[in-house]
Structures are given as C-alpha cells and as structure tokens.
C-alpha cells in the first residue's frame, strides 16, 4: 500500500499569506496525485489532479507541483473561503489518501 | 442538477449489519464508476470500495475485505454498500465518489454526495 504523509498537520496563516503544503509518498506514484479541499460538515472538492492541473473551476491561486514521491500544493494569496483541511490521493496502486493538513487562521 | 444522494445510515450494535445506497441523478450513471470513501469522526478519508461502470467488477480494502459487499442497480441508478459484522472502527461518516471519466474505474473524484453517518455503538 502506498503511504501518503502530508506535512505540516495545521498551518497557521493570515488572509493574504502564501500557503506551501507538502505531501510524500511511501513509494513513487509518477503524477497519479489530486488535491482535494474539505471544509466543515461538506465533502471533499477536487482542486488539483495529476499533480499539477488545477480541475474546473478552481481558482489560479491553486497550483500544484511535483512527481514521484514529493509533492506540493501551493495557495498563492490565502482567501478567507480557503480555510479548510486539504488531503492528497494518489491512484498509482489502488488508491490512498493522506491524513490532511489543516490550514486555520493565525 | 448533478448529484449524489446516501442514505442508510444509522446506530448499529457491534457485529450487526446496514445497507446504505447513494442514488445519482443529473448524469449517466452507468457510465461511471463509483466508490465508496469513508471518514471517522475527526479523523481523514479511506478508500473502502469500488464498482465498475457496469457493475462486472469490483474492489475493496484489505480492512472490509469479505464484510462488506458493493453493487449497483443501473437500471435504478443506485449504488448499494452491504456492511455486515461491523466494527467500533467502521463508524465513519460514508461518501459515495463519482470517478470523473466515464469507462475507468481508478481516477479522481470530481462528485460527491453529503455523507451518511454509521455509528456502531452497544
């Protein structure tokens, strides 16, 4: 099974605040890797997908990069609607999802 | 409108059994395979089952492997989860996933319906 570690677990940032998450593969999955974004009481939303296409609709502050085993997603300006935990997946062998990084208001 | 609606969801004692479904509208249902993710309380999303498009295949995790049985009723557009000998660690809130390209059964999510909740609990 391929072991997805996100890092950090919460990020503490201010509306304005360029956000760097990181996601790490146990093992390589190419770019067979998406963002999702959760918010409270809702379900997940697509955001990125095959590691650097943002999915439609999702606004150019989104970007992901990054191939193998190491992966980031990148919120260029924090907006307020952008507080929320974020998971990777990866759909190289079966499919496994990180355990999320929260990112809060500092 | 496009959707994804569960629903089954409920208290269930240790070692008992539910049946949740997730009823699609707005889109073809039989071109699509569908997943079933689940999240417990406070805790992150875990893959738990997949149906191919037209039903002929499907996939589980190692931890519901031969408790947990998926189907779908295309002609109902329904997907169906039959949970049996459920555990304190199945209680989870449970999503259905729509892979968002028709005829693959492997790929990301781009619908998901709002989740019901199973609580296992004496």
């Known amino acids: 099974e391929v072991v997805l570690t996100q890092s950090p677990a919460t990020l503490s940032l201010s509306p304005g605040e360029r956000a760097t998450l990181s996601c790490r593969a146990s093992?390589?999955?190419?770019?067979?890797l998406a963002w999702y974004q959760q918010k409270a009481g809702q379900a997940p939303r697509l955001l990125i997908y095959d590691a650097s296409n943002r999915a439609t609709g999702i606004p150019a502050r989104f970007s992901g990069s990054g191939s193998g085993t190491d992966f980031t997603l990148t919120i260029s300006s924090l907006e307020p609607e952008d507080f929320a935990v974020y998971y990777c997946q990866q759909r190289s062998n079966s499919l496994t999802f990180g355990g999320g990084t929260k990112v809060e208001i500092k | 409108e496009v959707q994804l609606v569960e629903s089954g969801g409920g208290l269930v004692q240790p070692g008992g059994s539910l049946r949740l479904s997730c009823a699609a509208s707005?889109?073809?249902?039989?071109?699509?395979?569908i997943h079933w993710v689940r999240q417990a309380p406070g805790k992150g999303l875990e893959y738990v089952s997949a149906?191919?498009?037209?039903?002929?295949?499907?996939y589980y995790a190692n931890s519901v492997k031969g408790r947990f049985t998926i189907s779908r009723d295309n002609s109902k557009d329904t997907l169906f989860l039959q949970m049996g000998s459920l555990r304190a660690e199945d209680m989870a809130v449970y999503y259905c996933?729509?892979?968002?390209?028709?005829?693959?059964?492997?790929?990301?999510?781009?619908?998901w319906g709002q989740g019901t909740l199973v609580t296992v609990s004496s």
């Open positions: 996933a729509r892979v968002w390209k028709t005829g693959i059964t492997w790929n990301w999510f781009d619908l």
């Open positions: 149906i191919s498009s037209n039903g002929g295949n499907t």
């Open positions: 093992q390589s999955v190419s770019s067979y």
């Open positions: 707005g889109f073809i249902f039989s071109s699509y395979a």
